[in-house]
Structures are given as C-alpha cells and as structure tokens.
C-alpha cells in the first residue's frame, strides 16, 4: 500500500514539475532553405532575456520537439601559439581583381585562412582556389565577403575566410577590385583552433556622470534595459592630454541580516589604470547586469571630460541541424531548466567553420497563460484529466482499504 500511494505522489509531482516549466520570451527562426547544420547569431538585444551560460534556452520545431544545439564563441584574445602564419608566394593586383598565393608546404588540413589587412572600409567580394603545383587552380570557395570590420585602435585588423577543409599545398585569394583600390595584405596564416571570428557587438545603455567632489571621485552609472552581458568597455577622453587615474566597476548588493535586517552594500568586480598612456580598452572577466557602476579616482586633479563609453559584448552562435520542411523557435527565459546535454557538443571540433546563418524575428513576450504549455504539446498523462483519475483511483483504492481495515477490526471484537 505504501508503494502505491509513493507512485502515485511521483506522478502527481511528475505532472506539476512539467506544467511548472514555462519561458518568458520566444522569438522565430527564420532563413532555413536547405537541411543541414545552421549557426544563429544571438544579439544583445536577444541575451538580455537569457541567462548568462544559456541553461534556461531551447529550440523547439513545429511539433515542439527539443532540437539540440552547441553554443559557439570565442575569446577576445587568442594565444599567439594558435596562429600559424605561411608565406605569401606572390601578390599581384590586375585590372579588376587582385591575386594573393599562399603555401601551404606541409599540406596540412585547414578549413581558414586569416589575412592581416591594413585597416579599409572597403566592401569586397573574394573566391578561394587550391591546387599543387599553382598551374591548375580547383575551386574551395566560390563567393564570399571581405568586408572589414575597421578597428578604431590598431592600423591593422584580422580577417578570416572559411572554407570546407583542405589540404592543397597552395591555396590562392582572388579579390574583386571592381569598386575599389586593393587592399594592404601583410601577413596570412591559419588559427588553429579557430570556429567563428571573435567579433564584438555594441550593448545599448544609458549613462548618467556625477562628480563627488567631497571624496574626488567621478561616478558613471550605466543602465541596461535587462541585465547585459559586457566583455569590454571602450573609453574616449577628450582631456587632459596627460591622464593617469585608478578605475574601479562595482554594483550594489543587498544582503539579508538577522531579524529580518538588509545591508546594502558595494561589490567590486573588476578594477583598471585609465591613462593616457595606453589603449582605453578593457576585457571584463565576468559582467552580467543590469546596472553597474564606475567609479574613477581623480585626486587632487580635475575630473576627466569623457567624450564617449562603448560596452561591447562578444559574438555568440547557436549551431543546430534544421530542416527547411520544419519550422523551429527560440524559446528562453525558463530559470527552472538546467544545461542541456545533446550529442551534438562532441562534434564541434568536426562543424564546418563557414556555416549559412539562420535569422530571428523580434523577440516577443510570452503571456503566462500561454507560457504553461510552450514546452511541448501535452500527452494524456500530462493532463487533468489523467490527474482527476489517479486521485479518483486513488479515491476508491483508500475506500476499500479503509473498509477491509474496519471489518478485520469488527471480526476481532467479536472473537
């Protein structure tokens, strides 16, 4: 008796665990025009309703079935060890196009070629050829983008292009010059571990500057409408022309007390050398919130005249096998779930580094009422129905036990 009423407890718990699961946001996923493996870009806009490792998202198709996916991203800075560099053989620039060779003398198998470009603006289309001897060329790449992604620090930048994995003992670049000058290539090479371009997103947000004269210090307030996560902050300082000042970011907390007494107080997460002397970036070891603060020391000196502050998050992807019969959403927001464990994150070392990237509509609130039955399309042991009939069996099962209990103790008194 006792094991029946502990299955029928599981079950009941069983039922509500898997009602209880609901998402707050969900967004379609679009862009689907052949079967295969897909990567979608996952925007600021997109993470502020996530968690910050991605445990409360998940990709349902048209049946609400779970699709797995691996998340991909990359470092802001890779190890020096990572990039092997060739020899460029030759670069010629002709009529409407230049013509870069790169040797490959080990044959080794690469799936990219990373270009140092001297910074440009220019949009550029290219295409990628192998061969073995540079007489007979054979196609890798059709048709790409080589637009760049100017950077605002250093003259130069990376660029790398993908391809399906090779062996060629050359591999040879062809740029289309039709609209523009060509461009400064000074070294190639390959990223060893390389998936997807470590690219940086703007994070939007709101500052407020107040200058706190009695300890001299100048605090900026940056507000995000939902909690952000920040890998870097950018700053530009129109004056002094000489700086030097000790930076801190730090939140406020609120702690619980004994007898029911709250302390606020300030945590520290990261702190920084503003100068003049150095680039004004900063990667942030972990930032995920929603306000957060900084507080510069400036000492007897006057405060700094902050032209701008740039937060940037890092570029993330989800990679999931779609089907362009089926249609699929994105749905998060759910902090009951826990990371999910798909097959799929053994073989991301075997992905092809240049994937078709599926696109995502506006992000939509989900109501409550319909969040409860977002997870999947509920089968009949998941109804109420199901519930109202265990506790009807569970009803009678109680009933004749009780009766059989009240005649055994009959049958004593009489004896």
Known sequence: MKNLFYSLFLIFASVGSINSQSYSHQTSIGGIKANGLYKIALNPEVKQYMTSDLHDTRIHDSANTEVPYVILSEPLLRSKSDFIQYEIVSQKHFNTYSEII?????????????????????YKYCAIEGGDDMKQWFSVSAQQELSLAYNEVYTNTYKCIYFPL?????????????????????????????????????????????????????????????????????FKIKSPRLFMRRASVYVNRERKLKHDKTEKYKETLFGF???????????????????????????????????????????????????????????????????????????????????????????????????????????????????????????????????????????????
């Open 102 to 122: 790169i040797h490959n003398p080990n044959k080794d198998k690469i799936s990219n070629i990373a270009f140092n470009i001297n910074n440009s603006d220019a």
């Open 166 to 234: 090779n062996n060629y003992k050359y591999f040879r670049l062809l740029v289309d010059d039709w609209h523009a000058e060509p461009l400064k290539i000074n070294s190639a090479g390959y990223f060893k571990n390389s998936v997807i371009a470590g690219k940086l997103n703007d994070v939007v947000f709101t500052k407020t500057i107040t200058e706190d004269k009695v300890y001299k210090k100048t605090i900026i307030q940056l507000s995000f409408s939902n909690n952000q996560h920040v890998d870097r902050l950018d």
């Open 273 to 415: 050398d503003l100068s003049s002397d150095g680039a004004l970036m900063f990667d942030i070891p972990y930032l995920n919130e929603k306000e957060v603060f900084i507080e510069i020391e400036n000492k007897d000196n006057p405060p700094l005249e902050i032209e701008s502050i740039g937060c940037k998050q890092l570029a993330s992807y989800l990679v999931c096998d779609l089907n362009a019969n089926n249609k699929y959403t994105l749905r998060f927001g759910n902090n009951k779930l826990k990371l999910p464990e798909y097959d799929l994150s053994n073989f991301v070392s075997s992905i092809p580094q240049l994937l078709p990237e599926a696109s995502l509509d506006a992000v939509k609130e989900i109501p409550k009422t319909q969040a409860e039955n977002t997870v999947k399309e509920k089968s009949f042991f998941e109804t109420k129905q199901f519930l109202w009939l265990c506790l009807g069996l569970g009803a009678i099962i109680i009933f004749f036990f009780s009766k059989s209990l009240l005649k055994d103790m009959a049958n004593k008194k009489e004896d």
